[in-house]
């Protein structure tokens, strides 16, 4: 399987995630979209030294994996390409940082405790961003979006974007078949190929865009969308939900809960 195929694969299979009749899938999109925002500007909130702080904010990915029975491994194999490059952001940070932070009785240096804080802060947002997609739809994420008061053809473009991904792979998965079996036994494709394999991918590009806009106007599409999510209802389930976790956001980020129940135990 080519790399686009394999990438094309790749949506499929987070559409069949979110498409899935579970617990998780059915609370309202609004609410795991506010939670998503609030969880990362919680994250981010922390200092770059209270490393322990932060790893208790780590209990809403868990739950977050286990209620919605979502394979860990099969995360970090599809976030294999944005997890490093958040990680190599805090490289320089022993290095600039030289200042000494106490852990107990072990003076560490600071740089390397904001290194560990920093990529920990980019991982945990990646990975509630990958939460939220894995359990809802695109259409139902526009439609939070919509009732949030996001502009309509901001939601739209997002919309369409994620949609015609697929189609966009799909002509330029063709492309590459068609320029290998004219090339055999070279292996990708030439330098000097690419100006006019991207100038034509480009030209499909904007064709089969007319062609779906007129598909879209003759279906009555006057710039606005009627989404899926459109005909879910906010449950008292989904209020609890939202409560309950914002209230756990606040205790965890207040409070050392991690440091609290080691002395208990201890």
């Not at 919509?146 to 949609?163: C, D, E, G, S």
């Amino acid at each position: 399987m080519s790399r686009i195929s394999s990438a094309t694969h790749e949506i499929y299979q987070m559409d069949a995630l979110a498409a899935r009749d579970q617990w998780v899938n059915r609370i309202h999109p609004l609410v795991k979209l506010i939670l998503t925002v609030v969880y990362i500007a919680a994250v981010v909130s922390f200092s770059k030294y209270d490393i322990v702080g932060l790893a208790g904010m780590a209990v809403y990915l868990v739950a977050g994996f286990l209620l919605s029975e979502l394979s860990v491994k099969k995360c970090l194999r599809r976030l294999r390409v944005v997890l490093p490059l958040v990680c190599i952001v805090g490289l320089a940070n022993p290095f600039l940082d030289r200042s000494p932070v106490y852990l107990g009785a072990v003076c560490v240096n600071g740089g390397v405790i904001s290194m560990i804080t920093l990529m920990m802060k980019g991982v945990f947002a990646v990975i509630a961003s990958y939460l939220l997609i894995a359990t809802t739809s695109i259409e139902k994420i526009c439609f939070a979006l919509r009732l949030l008061h996001i502009p309509k053809i901001l939601v739209t473009q997002i919309l369409l974007t994620y949609r015609y991904i697929t189609v966009l792979l799909g002509e330029a998965n063709r492309m590459t078949q068609a320029y290998a079996l004219r090339a055999p036994g070279q292996k990708g494709i030439h330098i000097k190929a690419w100006g006019s394999l991207a100038g034509l991918l480009l030209l499909r590009s904007i064709d089969r865009a007319n062609e779906v806009y007129e598909s879209m106007s003759l279906r009555g599409y006057t710039g606005d969308w009627l989404y899926m999510g459109s005909k879910i209802r906010l449950r008292w389930q989904d209020i609890i939900w939202l409560a309950v976790w914002l209230a756990i956001f606040a205790v965890f980020r207040k409070f050392p809960v991690i440091l609290i129940v080691g002395r208990m135990f201890s």
